[in-house]
């Protein structure tokens, strides 16, 4: 990876991070400085190693090896970050003494968890929801094993810094969040403002300070690891048990590039170069207390010969402390942050800002993970919508049937290896696409295993009637959000023609018609009205009779396709002459028959045409890094401007009576033929039900690949709108943040690009063009008027470090992300896009039962919906399993008296939190708090016994919950809105709140 240091920038990760340390003068600091040196060692779960190689590499002998070395000196300390390697190496390789002693160092405080989630998760791709699900996993098994609930974060290799996590991380209850990864030249102006590396952060403009702000951190230019390289010794520096090996530790214990020990002859210079490296990094920051991390990527693994080194080290620096004006301590993240808090000092305040996009240097912008391994970023996201859903039904089942046929244990354990697997894949080397190919392949088979899982149990949960033939099949349709929903949904079958009926035995709309793909398939668009967290039987009744195209067949309609031959883009005069309107009550969308696309939509309810063009353009990729700058799997470098992709364009339309689909393939080289076809694009434009479905979003289903070698291909929607280069894209599902373009005297266009998670929108006065999505991509707005979206990239380059780690990002992957489209009025616009972003997210699961399949063992649920206002969203209902306690002290006292005794899920704490999805003064009506009668909320599921509130990972009672409070310059507070606390079973819940709540229902045992 790249790191900036003293003006040398380095691509490359772990030891050789630093390499110009002796080249940065010292600087004088007044009075004494104290070092807090932080032992740690950084383990990616995945990028280049999968867990199960690094497990038996190194990752198990870093905590068996520090566990016995902290046990034999109470000065020693150690971090813990990542729970994932902890908890393989606590349930499968600590021996009974390594637990034990575990147990007492995490008492004595010497042993620290910080973070706690799964992973150390990326912030610019994430969603929301899985950024939560994978600390929560974390912060229960920490709880549960050692009651212990993380305070500080330690975020420092994600590429880049989101506003959303300093948000999240307060309300999980942290004192204080530590970055490091931001721009290289905004790092050197914080740097040299002293003042500017430590501020007070508040990421969200709707909250209320207390809640969310939080003391942060930016690591300065050496970043989180110590200094190597030293020139009196060899390529290791600090790093006494020198580079671990894969894929087998030695035998003999004696690794690659050990430095010298630390002895007479070389203290001295040891000592010196270390206190010159906290010296440089004193100057930086305002107190006399230096963050000094010794550690970096797979380090300490052999922490008896760490120790041993640093320990008579540090002697002879406090023995000569006097004259070398430094002390130096073994120390844990919360001894440092508690002495800076003590300093007493007032800090700046930072707003709703972010450190994204992250360069490194001008031509290294790393924009290019947005995009990277597409298929795994669709993946992931699929996965936790399945999750999401299958949780709340195995709530509702078990809260109906707590003694019913399926068994809790059997569903606990498919739901919560779906949970580790999402919550794996959020990893900075990730779901970012910046792993090896056979890491991704880890990801994926964790991804597809866990969700066979949970789709057995979602199956077992649902009642299917009678027997599933050929010609007559059953499914069921659920609602996994908390609002009542008429939409469509799209059921593949094998036959030309279908009927559906409910399960009242009704007829139900219905529209047939020949897939899109290649295959010898049938799309059936089938219209369903569902209440909130509730399912509906449908059958259905195929036939290998179509019927007649253009008609109907009962309720079902059958379109008739029209073709258009292929067309180049033409000349701008011979276009717009020929339109052809499509339309709904909400849009007229009006494509070019010269040129086969699409030319403006019209906002029907807001009464305004707006002239719009959506074509691929490609940048093209230098893969020769001795011609100049390249792209890979990290980095876009744009080093020419876009071109078009495509040199024709087929289209076809099929007008329907529940969607109108409009298909448009466009052809690389202009020959009309399937090897031609690289792109293509499938509009579906709902049409309008009295209360039906809402037509004020686009459907827009892509398919790209395989791309050719070295291009990155992007979606250009070109628009009428003047925005000035301006666009806002989400952070992360939580919050929209406004992206104006900026020029730089290198790699401009790259540095633009920004992460968009679940939405993007450009906007003039009048109208807003909302693009919504249901993975990650990067987005940019090149020009007035213009989004570009990458949905691929495809790369090759000869750079060794690249080439030796498999990291060139060769993706010949086909991929078919979807986009919903909106074109609106202002006014309307907030209420469009930030529940359309969320409904995209949690689809209807379509449920078919195996072939002859006949009734399930599962239980009915009940008939009630779960209905929240339209402003809130049921963001999780799940049962954790995790054993929390309302007593905190009790807990302790229970894990002190028998820690050997494995514990038993809890089953009767269901965990839930309830989103308000609007900022404050976003909207008139629906930007406003809103009080809720949880009980009330809830009969849809059981009768609520008792409501606790809880913090974000559920390990705090809020009135319990106290974070240390900053002092910050006067002026600087802007409280905002708060919801009061829970009272009985109501709540209010103010914008952008996440509340979380332990909810106890009464069952059939209590």
């Not at 529209?511 to 369903?528: H, K, N, W």
């Not at 309302?886 to 820690?899: I, K, R, T, Y």
Request: a negative charge.
């Amino acid at each position: 990876m790249f790191l900036l240091t003293c003006g040398l920038h380095v691509k490359m990760k772990g030891l050789a991070f630093l390499t110009a340390f002796l080249w940065c003068s010292s600087a004088a600091q007044d009075g004494p400085i104290r070092a807090f040196v932080v032992p740690h060692s950084h383990m990616d779960v995945g990028w280049v190693y999968t867990v199960q190689e690094s497990m038996h590499a190194y990752a198990a002998n870093v905590y068996s090896s520090v566990t016995e070395e902290l046990s034999r000196d109470a000065r020693r300390r150690f971090i813990a970050v990542e729970q994932e390697f902890f908890r393989l190496w606590w349930e499968t390789a600590a021996t009974d003494t390594h637990q034990r002693q575990v147990r007492q160092l995490v008492k004595e405080g010497r042993l620290e968890f910080v973070l706690g989630g799964q992973v150390m998760h990326d912030e610019a791709v994430t969603d929301l929801d899985d950024q939560i699900l994978q600390l929560t996993e974390g912060h229960g098994f920490l709880y549960e094993t050692f009651g212990v609930r993380p305070r500080f974060s330690w975020h420092v290799d994600p590429f880049g810094a989101s506003a959303t996590t300093p948000v999240l991380f307060a309300l999980a209850g942290f004192h204080a969040h530590l970055i490091s990864r931001v721009d290289y030249d905004l790092k050197d102006s914080l740097q040299r403002d002293k003042a500017g590396l430590q501020f007070v952060w508040r990421g969200s403009p709707s909250l209320r300070d207390q809640q969310q702000e939080i003391f942060t951190h930016v690591m300065d230019q050496f970043s989180y690891c110590s200094p190597s390289h030293l020139a009196f010794s060899n390529s290791s520096g600090f790093y006494w048990n020198g580079v671990v090996v894969f894929p087998d530790p030695p035998a003999d214990g004696v690794y690659p590039n050990m430095s010298l020990p630390v002895t007479e002859a070389t203290v001295q210079a040891y000592a010196q170069t270390m206190v010159d490296n906290i010296k440089l990094r004193g100057a930086w920051f305002r107190t006399d207390h230096v963050l000094w991390p010794w550690g970096c990527d797979k380090q300490f693994y052999n922490a008896s010969v760490q120790f041993s080194n640093m320990d008579p080290l540090m002697d002879y620096i406090n023995h000569h402390s006097q004259e070398l004006g430094v002390t130096v301590q073994y120390a844990t993240l919360r001894e440092y942050f508690h002495a800076v808090h003590q300093s007493g000092l007032s800090w700046d305040v930072r707003g709703n800002e972010d450190f994204l996009p992250y360069s490194t240097e001008p031509n290294q912008a790393w924009t290019g993970f947005y995009a990277s391994r597409n298929v795994l970023k669709g993946l992931a996201r699929g996965a936790s919508s399945l999750l999401r859903a299958a949780e709340a039904l195995f709530v509702r089942y078990r809260v109906s049937l707590p003694d019913g046929p399926v068994a809790n244990d059997w569903a606990l354990a498919r739901l919560r290896a779906l949970r580790w697997a999402v919550s794996e894949v959020q990893h900075h080397d990730g779901i970012t696409g910046t792993e090896a190919p056979r890491v991704e392949q880890m990801y994926q088979q964790h991804l597809h295993q866990a969700a066979r899982g949970v789709e057995e149990v979602v199956a077992a949960l649902l009642p299917l009637p009678g027997l599933t033939t050929a010609t007559e099949q059953h499914v069921i349709v659920y609602n996994p959000l908390a609002w009542n929903i008429t939409t469509v949904v799209n059921v593949t079958v094998t036959f030309p023609m279908a009927t559906v009926f409910d399960d009242e035995g009704r007829p139900v709309a219905a529209q047939i018609q020949r897939s899109a793909q290649p295959a010898l398939t049938y799309d059936l668009f089938v219209v369903v009205t569902l209440g909130g967290l509730q399912h509906r039987k449908y059958l259905l009744r195929l036939s290998r009779t179509p019927c007649g195209p253009g008609s109907s067949c009962g309720a079902t309609y059958a379109p008739a396709g029209v073709r258009f031959e292929a067309r180049g883009p033409g000349p701008a005069q011979e276009t717009g002459r020929r339109l052809l309107p499509v339309l709904n009550d909400c849009h007229t969308l009006m494509f070019d028959q010269d040129t086969n696309l699409l030319h403006s939509i019209t906002d029907r309810l807001g009464n305004r045409t707006v002239l719009v063009s959506q074509e691929f353009w490609e940048y093209r990729a230098n893969g020769d890094v001795g011609a100049g700058p390249i792209s890979d799997n990290y980095v876009f470098t744009a080093v020419a401007p876009a071109v078009r992709a495509h040199r024709a364009v087929r289209m076809e339309i099929l007008p329907g009576r529940v969607v109108t689909e409009v298909r448009q393939t466009f052809y690389r080289w202009g020959e009309e033929g399937d090897a031609d076809a690289a792109f293509s694009i499938t509009t579906r434009v709902p049409a309008s039900f009295g209360g039906g479905p809402p037509c004020g979003v686009l459907e827009q289903r892509y398919s790209l690949g395989p791309l050719e070698l070295n291009t990155e291909v992007v979606l250009r929607t070109a628009t009428a709108l003047r925005t000035n280069r301006t666009l806002v894209t989400d952070g992360n599902g939580y919050q929209m943040m406004r992206r104006e373009h900026r020029d730089f005297p290198n790699n401009t266009v790259a540095r633009n690009f920004y992460p968009m998670v679940r939405a993007a929108y450009i906007e003039d006065d009048r109208s807003r063009l909302v693009l919504l999505s249901e993975r990650a991509h990067g987005v940019s707005s090149q020009a007035s008027g213009q989004l570009e979206v990458m949905l691929h990239r495809r790369l090759w380059n000869n750079l060794p470090w690249n080439r030796d780690y498999n990291l060139t990002l060769n993706d010949s992957s086909l991929v078919q992300p979807v986009l919903w489209l909106a074109l609106s009025s202002l006014a309307a616009s907030p209420r469009l896009h930030q529940r359309g972003a969320v409904e995209l997210q949690n689809r209807p699961l379509v449920v078919r039962p195996r072939s002859g399949r006949g009734e399930a063992s599962g239980g009915g649920v009940p008939v009630r919906p779960v209905v929240l206002p339209p402003n809130l969203h049921l963001l999780s209902l799940s049962i954790p399993g995790w054993n929390y306690s309302s007593q905190h002290a009790c807990h302790l006292l229970h894990l002190d008296s028998g820690p050997g005794l494995r514990p038993q899920p809890d089953y009767e704490r269901v965990l839930m939190r309830i989103m308000h999805l609007f900022e404050e003064g976003e909207d008139p009506e629906f930007s406003k708090p809103v009080s809720v009668d949880l009980k009330e909320v809830l009969l849809g599921v059981g009768e609520v016994r008792a409501v606790e509130e809880r913090s974000l990972t559920g390990t705090w009672d809020v009135q319990e919950l106290d974070r240390w409070t900053w002092n910050t310059h006067p002026g600087s507070a802007d409280e905002g809105p708060c919801g009061p606390p829970l009272e009985g079973f109501n709540v209010t819940i103010a914008p952008k709140e996440i509340r979380t709540f332990f909810v106890h229902f009464r069952t059939s045992g209590l």
